[in-house]
């Protein structure tokens, strides 16, 4: 228990999928521009990792070495499908906010990436542990990211005005704005794990 | 034999030094400064004063958390928040500029290396941050020597929008009446202390010639009634060319090292002006292309390296 339990706080800062292994950054980039959009995204990815991990694990000996990509993305096209379907029903305007970038969750390279070099390799509950962590740690990427955008872009936050007498900071809300924060927060990130060294 | 001291070359050394080209800049800078002040009157001061006032803290409060050596007194700092400020219009308020020398120097500059490892040129960056932030205050410019805030379109803005109706005579135009940024509009006050670096020999004429003479080819031969009809001392004299030219893009830090690749960054700093001016969007794009330049100098330098002397010619 103590070995998944160790995969499962991995994802959240050591390994933290956005800013340690660099991945799935164009969702992080194109839907960070508010707060809830940012939730959004995490959620929806955080169910397809943990599910395509748990069903990728269990298929693992049965997947044959060659044809291994396709049936991954088989497998995570179905959990995204759903996603779609539950988003569209029940919470049409995020999925009119987040747009193409939900089916396009299909070749995110954070839900590809822990597949083909985690659940492939090891089993069910710590492949379970690796997917909940990771999703964990995207969203929570996503919120800090988009929450500074929605912040500094807007004024608001969960789209309720924070300050009273504030210019927003245009920049910050453009496509322009998420390359910079991201980038800054990357490099605070490197600068504080370089400290700690 | 012991006291003898061994050392590689160089042995003699020059006079100059960082801090003695870059406080020498911003001497030639000041004539531009005080004739904008004269124009736009005490607001114009005032922003002056903020920008550079805020970059020098601002480095000296990242150089002191970050505990790197204080690097305030060699003037480029201040350089930085003087070009900001010359870059904007004269009755913006207080936090603009302010803010802009923060960001030109803490992202533009410091969260690079500090000086000599930027890629763009910080003051520059700064301008399109806010440009790109608060376009409402960035594009309000006053009229010249009207202290009660009326506020007027630069020429080229005019000229984008079909609505230059009175011909502003070029004499107007070089001597700075006419509404514009604070350091942009006195051509004359800028030539002057160009030609002063240019006979120093702190600038070499091959990027400002370049770029000026690419950026007013292509606005003569294509702003006109048909082709090679377009006003060319009004495209030379108005906007931010002759600033940005002597002034911002031949920043040794972001342009190109050798003469030839002076001339290919600059003939690209002038086509880029020309395109963004005749179809963009913007009425003037001197700082856009001299960033994009920037962003292509270190290939520029890759193709233009000069032949050690010694290796053989391909």
Known sequence: MNNSFKELIKGLIHENPTFVLMLGLCPTLAVSVSLINGLGMGVAATFVIIFSNILIAVLKDVIPDKVRIPCYIVVIATFVTITELVM????????????????????????????????????????????IGMGIGFTLALLLISGIRELLGTGKLFGYNVFNNFEPVLVIAMPSGALLVIGLLLGFFNLLKEKKE | MSNLIVLSSPHMHSQESVPRIMWTVLACLIPAGVAGVIIFGPDALWTIVLATVSAVFCEWLIQVLTKRKITILDGSAMLTGLLLAYNLPPEVPFWIPVIGSAFSIAVAKMAFGGLGQNIFNPALVGRVFLMASWPKYMTAFTRPFNSDAVTSATPLALLKEGKLAQHISNWDLFLGIRGGCIGEVCIVALLAGALFLLIRGYISWHIPVSFIA??????????????????????????????????MATDYVTSPLTRKGHLIFGIGCGALTAVIRIWGGYPEGVSYAILIMNAATPLIDRYTKNRVYGTKIK
Request: one cysteine or more.
């Open chain 2, 214 to 247: 690419t950026a007013g080819f292509l606005t003569w031969a294509f702003t006109g009634k048909g082709f090679f009809n377009g006003d060319l001392l009004f495209q030379i004299l108005s906007g931010g060319l002759i600033l940005g030219a002597f002034f």
């Open chain 1, 88 to 131: 569209k029903a029940y919470f049409p305007p995020l999925n009119r906010a987040l747009g193409i970038y939900v089916p396009l969750i299909v070749v995110n390279c954070i839900v590809l990436g822990r597949a083909e070099a985690f659940a492939s390799k090891n089993k069910i509950l710590n492949s379970l542990m690796d997917g």
